[in-house]
């Protein structure tokens, strides 16, 4: 990969060895990858599999935050 750019490499690459904390869970038939925000919220970040009629749902739009509590 060739980059062109004036920025210094360690701004380029400062944030490309973090990990994204992110988890696949599966809410109300709909598997979706998920960021944890604090006990009982979660974010989504994108649909990965469910019936067709929800992703036009716009409850599950990437971006809304939803209430999950893990089963232990």
Do not use: C
Request: a negative charge.
């Amino acid at each position: 990969m060739t980059l062109h750019t004036v920025m210094p490499l360690e701004a380029v690459w400062e944030k490309q060895g973090e990990a994204d904390p992110s988890a696949e869970v599966r809410i109300q038939g709909m598997l979706m990858e998920v960021r944890p925000l604090d006990f009982n919220r979660v974010q989504i970040i994108r649909l990965l599999d469910g019936p067709l009629d929800n992703y036009l749902n716009p409850a599950y739009a990437p971006g809304q935050i939803i209430q999950y509590i893990p089963a232990p």
